[in-house]
């Protein structure tokens, strides 16, 4: 415990590190507009965009490469799982989602807290579109906290901001 008699005064200093600004290339889709209060990071920007997928191919590779693509693949299964409006293919896919990434031991079975394993699984009964929000919640920001750092400075992005410049490996002639 820290010493507050006046006649032993002890400094603690706070050193905060200065915060990187990220770089992003052409076709990372980003929109801060459309965030909401599920996925607001820029994890889903950089992978949501239908017609300009260099980003999320990048950084699909990149976690597979790392080992962790089922985090992407998640994310991507519980964004499909949204759209669905059928009750019975609600409850389908949702089963499905479980037994893949959330269930213990599954094959891809993503990094979520017992507490959140275990709500999702009483919600398979009855599944909602929201059903998978909290451990999409915490899969996006282990993308955007651990990932996502490391990505922005591999050279599968190096290479992606050179190609959109122009100066990539593959550049055609």
Not at 103 to 126: C, F, G, W
Request: aromatic share 10%.
């Amino acid at each position: 415990p820290l010493n507050t008699n006046n006649n032993d005064k002890k400094w603690i200093f706070a050193v905060r590190r200065p915060q990187k600004t990220l770089t992003r290339p052409k076709g990372f889709c980003i929109n801060p507009g459309n965030r909401d209060s599920t996925t607001s990071s820029i994890v889903p920007h950089l992978i949501q965009g239908k017609n300009c997928t260099g980003g999320q191919v990048a950084f699909r590779v990149f976690l597979k490469s790392e080992f962790c693509e089922e985090n992407l693949e998640f994310w991507l299964a519980c964004e499909e799982f949204k759209s669905i409006t059928s009750p019975e293919k609600l409850a389908w896919k949702a089963t499905s989602i479980y037994e893949e990434f959330i269930q213990s031991d599954s094959p891809m079975e993503v990094n979520v807290d017992y507490h959140t394993r275990d709500t999702i699984a009483h919600s398979l009964h009855k599944p909602t579109p929201s059903c998978f929000d909290g451990a999409q919640r915490k899969v996006c920001s282990l993308m955007e906290n651990d990932a996502y750092p490391r990505f922005i400075q591999s050279d599968y992005y190096k290479d992606l901001c050179a190609g959109s410049r122009g100066l990539g490996k593959h550049k055609r002639t």
